[in-house]
């Protein structure tokens, strides 16, 4: 594999733990606030940001390179509601969509189609993030200090699909 294109998927798979580190500390947040809905949420988001990681890292090892992992900054760890926490979960999955637009762009300028296949995947992905991520942000402007309206999304949230997560202290599964 190219030089270029190693390098750039390591920083991918960098920005992808980052990401899983960033919804950990919001689910903390939340979990604080005894919001155990959205904190399942963002923690089963977190488990899904480290498959996206290793997703990189096996691709890696199977063309036969050795990933080099890079150290991951300290995320955000204070928030101001849940609603700062969704609008700082959709500009990490609109910086993480560019990352990946570039690395695509680069294996198209390299000729790796192998790495392009793999990016397809990742391009629908990132669509299906933002839009999910924005759904919930426009939901809670909706909400605005409704208590109630709150409280039903948390409960909604809570009910996420999925087996990967372990759920929240008190959340109900």
């Known amino acids: 594999m190219n030089e270029n294109i190693q390098t750039a998927l390591n920083e991918q798979i960098k920005s992808e733990l980052y990401s899983a580190y960033f919804y950990l500390s919001a689910s903390g947040y939340l979990d604080s606030m005894s919001l155990s809905g959205f904190a399942r949420w963002m923690r089963m988001q977190s488990q899904e940001e480290v498959t ?30 849940p609603l700062d926490a969704f609008t700082q979960a959709l500009q990490q999955e609109r910086q993480v969509t560019s990352l990946i637009h570039h690395l695509y762009a680069l294996t198209v300028q390299e000729k790796d189609y192998p790495a392009q296949v793999l990016l397809q995947w990742f391009i629908s992905e990132q669509v299906e993030e933002e839009r999910t991520v924005s759904k919930i942000t426009e939901e809670l402007k909706m909400a605005g200090n409704n208590s109630s309206t709150l409280l039903l999304l948390n409960n909604t949230l809570g009910s996420r699909a999925g087996n990967n997560a372990t759920p929240a202290v008190g959340a109900a599964v």
Request: glycine content about 4%; aromatic content about 14%; hydrophobic content about 45%.
């Open 52 to 81: 996206h990681a290793m997703k990189f890292f096996d691709f890696m090892l199977d063309r036969g390179d050795r990933p080099i992992l890079q150290a991951i900054d300290k995320p955000l760890a204070d928030f101001q509601s």
